[in-house]
């Protein structure tokens, strides 16, 4: 309404505004709304939801799904291999995409431009599916909880950001001036660039944590053993096989219309409580993004 | 910047005076043994997992053979590429591949460009960071998640696009299992959770243009249609033009995992794509080499795409990715 009541414009220069705002709105509600109703709907009571009468506000406020939740082990023993696969990964993402990025951020490093082909190469072509799935098979990493650490650990699309931000930010002649007092390259990586750098690591820790976190494919290529199923593995189960109960129950049949109800606000509560860790690191990290996607953009 | 690169030249000067002779490999790799050091792991991940599997292509030429392992098995050549073209499933996939594909970057493509003008002529700043932190939030949905989404929400007994589609008249129509609808909720959900975050590139794109360029427009008595049209948009051409090579690029590959998580038996002759078959003739059926040439039959095509369009860019607009 602010903006409609400024004065000094013209009759277009208003319906104009008027236009951007209406539009705005509906783009904010057609992407607020579906994630708003989940929410609603995991706390409602099941009939009145699946029979649409629950839409703006919790109706018949129950617990039920999360109940449901809490009791299912398949769900926590997928969250706990999932957290695990997530922190290790990421953590050697980071030891070994930050160390790369800032070789290749040295212009003195004469086999720069020769490894920077090396890996951009990867982004356009790939050996494909089957051979990687065989080489992983003859390392012996297949139902192992390695195949979700070790292979693929380097982002060539995370390595150029982060290089591209230690070429922008760290100056020149901040490693001369650390070398004629004899800071060797470790030292000054890990007591000058990495403190400076708060920012690409917080954007590119982001990136492979939520890659981690989501990951779907590695589970369903690789793993076999239920114990070592990751949450994606667990939840492709319950919402899109249908199998909410861990009994087998659920899935239609006799009592179909009645257990579907059921199931589907175990649905809606799933789809929270696994979203959750992600909904809550996000606020924190947001800011960065367009400057994340900014650095990365500079040169690709 | 003439200044920083003289300095470094007089460096190497100095150091190529003070060591005696050769200023060769062996020097700089004494001096830069420790850069060699830091990205050393990072080339053997790369090497093992990247490349190795790119050696392994030519299993596409072979007969696999488990004890022989996976380039030892005898050469056939082009068997199972012939195989593959000439199989009754050949026209089903390639269709299927290039109209998902064509479909998504047509509708999908465009999104985002007009998202990001639209974000960046809300003036009011609380109003645009509320917008942009909702648009950008369902790119970190899982895609499990948000097929999961799909399901609860398009279930035409349950769901509330269900019942909506009910109230219109439409209550016969499955949008989760009929061939007709499965592209387009695939594009549409697709935009959904994506266009946020494909918006940011642009909005970097715009952020940065030069504002004596607005003065000047508006000097010139430009209305906001034409500053949009005439100043930023021809702002953000190269970033578009990136972004459409790197897509044509693709064109033939489409997203494994939403796909196959969107399969059903009532939608499969639509949703049967090359990956989603590479997958099943592969992984559960075991037949490596088939699948492999498959799989390198679309890597190619992407491949060349790749090269042609950006080909096709240099010459018309000079721009190119490398």
């Known amino acids: 309404m602010r903006v409609l009541s400024r004065k000094g414009k013209s009759a277009s220069e208003m319906l104009f505004d008027a236009f951007i705002i209406i539009i705005a709105l509906l783009v904010f509600l057609v992407v607020a709304y579906p994630l708003y109703f989940i929410v609603i709907a995991s706390v409602s009571d099941s009939t009145l939801v699946s029979t649409g009468q629950v839409l703006f506000f919790p109706k018949g406020f129950s617990l039920f799904g999360y109940q449901e939740i809490f009791q299912d082990s398949r769900i926590w023993t997928g969250y706990k291999n999932t957290i695990i696969y997530s922190v290790l990964g990421t953590a050697l993402n980071l030891a070994l995409t930050l160390p790369a990025a800032y070789v290749l951020s040295r212009t003195e490093f004469r086999a720069r431009r020769f490894l920077m082909f090396f890996f951009v190469f990867t982004m356009f072509f790939n050996g494909g599916l089957i051979p990687t799935y065989l080489l992983i098979k003859d390392l012996n990493m297949i139902d192992t909880m390695w195949v ?131 909904l809550i690191i996000y606020p924190f990290i947001q800011k960065y993004f367009e400057k994340g996607v900014m650095i990365g953009s500079v040169k690709g | 910047m003439a200044f920083l690169n003289s300095e470094t030249k007089t460096l190497d000067r100095a150091a190529a005076i003070s060591t005696p002779k050769k200023q060769t490999i062996l020097n700089t790799f004494k001096r830069d043994y420790q850069l060699w050091i830091m990205i050393l792991p990072a080339i053997a991940v790369v090497f093992v997992f990247n490349y190795i599997p790119m050696y392994g292509i030519q299993l596409a030429f072979r007969e696999y053979d488990f004890s022989a392992g996976l380039t030892g098995g005898e050469w056939v050549g082009l068997k199972y590429f012939e195989q593959f073209v000439q199989s009754h499933m050949f026209v089903e996939l390639m269709r299927n591949t290039i109209l998902i594909s064509l479909a998504t970057i047509l509708i999908g493509f465009p999104a985002p460009i007009i998202l990001a003008l639209l974000i960046n002529q809300i003036k009011w ?22 097929v999961g989404l799909l399901n609860v929400l398009l279930s035409p007994n349950t769901g509330i ?41 642009y909005l970097a794109a715009l952020s940065s243009v030069d504002p004596q360029l607005y003065d000047s427009a508006k000097m010139d008595g430009a209305n906001r249609w034409q500053i949009i049209r005439n100043v930023e948009l021809p702002a953000i051409i190269p970033t578009i033009i990136i972004l459409l090579i790197l897509n044509m690029g693709s064109i033939i590959s489409t997203g494994f995992e939403k796909i196959f998580l969107m399969q059903n038996t009532l939608n499969l002759p639509i949703s049967e794509v090359i990956e989603t078959y590479v997958y099943k003739i592969g992984i559960i059926s075991n037949q490596f080499s088939y699948a492999a040439a498959i799989g390198l039959f679309n890597t190619l095509i992407n491949f060349t795409l790749l090269l042609l369009m950006n080909y096709i860019a240099k010459r018309v607009s000079n721009i190119s990715l490398w």
């Open chain 1, 148 to 278: 979700f650490i070790i292979p693929f650990s380097v982002n060539v699309f995370n390595l150029i950001i982060t290089r591209t931000f230690f070429e922008t930010s760290i100056p020149k002649e901040m490693y001369e001036a650390a070398a004629i007092d004899g800071c060797s390259h470790f030292g000054f990586f890990m007591k000058v660039v990495l403190p400076l750098s708060k920012a690409v690591i917080s954007v590119i820790g982001l990136y492979y944590l939520v890659w981690h976190w989501n990951d779907f494919f590695t589970g369903l290529i690789y793993i076999r053993d239920n114990n070592l199923q990751p949450l994606q593995l667990v939840l492709r189960d319950i919402l899109i096989s249908n199998q909410v109960f861990s009994e087998g129950a659920g899935s239609g049949g006799a009592a179909g219309g009645y257990a579907q109800r059921y199931a589907d606000q175990i649905k809606y509560g799933v789809i929270i409580v696994s979203t959750l860790p992600i």
């Open chain 2, 125 to 146: 700043k609380r109003a645009k960071k509320t917008l942009q932190t909702t648009v950008y939030l369902p790119h970190f949905i899982s895609m499990v998640v948000m």
């Open chain 2, 161 to 201: 696009v269900g019942h909506l589609m009910g109230a219109l008249g439409f209550s016969d129509v499955n949008l989760l299992a009929s061939t007709k609808t499965f592209i387009p909720v695939y594009v549409l959900s697709d935009i959904w959770q994506h266009v946020g975050w494909n918006s940011i590139i």
